[in-house]
């Protein structure tokens, strides 16, 4: 028996008596992926090839990781798969400055700066402009100071902050003052009757006289006896 043409193709030296005159070849795996499908390989084992997609495993056995926010418990919420971390806000706000969020700009902040929000006044009406953020604001600051505005700021007796409104009357002049029973608002001066004022010291009697001092334009009083 002989090999005849035989020697150029795999054997098996067991089983083929020519087994020492033939060449048997040798055995390759080769491994190509898909363009399109990452997940699928293609195996060529000895000249047999098969395309396999591993998408399936791959989700079935992917990690189960999350990250979700408890806005009434105000805590940031890791679930890995073996156990669950908790960030509560007090945490993570340790760590975060104000000029970390992206809509301030702390450029201008000086010690008991205020912080106010500024528009962007070239944006067209309807839109949201790109610059708009909150900005220090400085007394001292140019375009800050004036020589009139028309409205003023305050508290009330509980601290809530409050604007003033102009008198019902803004055409006329009016002073800023203490009114009494712990108020701060507009005030005239307004004509009485003499003797309503009259006060009694002994045996004599006085009224008290506004008046300007010419040197300072403040305002002062006159103490005059009534005969």
């Not at 054997?11 to 997940?39: H, N, R």
């Not at 402009?129 to 305050?154: C, E, K, Q, V, Y």
Request: hydrophobic residues 30%; negative net charge.
């Amino acid at each position: 028996m002989t090999c005849g043409n035989q020697c150029n193709q795999c054997c098996d030296p067991c089983a083929d008596p020519c087994a020492k005159k033939c060449g048997c070849c040798e055995p390759f795996l080769d491994i190509d992926e898909m363009p399109d499908s990452v997940s699928t390989l293609r195996y060529n084992i000895n000249g047999l090839s098969k395309w396999y997609d591993y998408g399936n495993m791959i989700y079935q056995t992917q990690t189960d990781t999350r990250i979700t926010a408890d806005s009434v418990k105000r805590v940031l919420r890791y679930m890995a798969e073996r156990h669950t971390d908790s960030i509560s806000a007090r945490e993570l706000g340790s760590i975060l400055h104000i000029a970390d969020l992206g809509d301030v700009d702390i450029a201008g902040v000086q010690n008991n700066s205020l912080f106010v929000y500024r528009k962007d006044n070239n944006c067209a009406q309807g839109c949201e402009g790109i610059s708009n953020a909150w900005t220090a604001w400085n007394s001292t600051d140019i375009g800050n100071t004036t020589d009139s505005f028309r409205t003023i700021m305050g508290f009330d007796d509980n601290g809530v902050p409050y604007s003033l409104l102009p008198p019902a009357n803004a055409d006329k002049n009016y002073y800023l003052g203490w009114r009494g029973a712990d108020q701060i608002g507009w005030e005239t001066i307004e004509e009485v009757d003499k003797n309503s004022i009259v006060v009694a010291e002994g045996d004599r009697n006085y009224i008290y006289k506004v008046c300007l001092d010419p040197k300072t334009n403040k305002l002062v009083y006159i103490k005059e006896e009534v005969l």
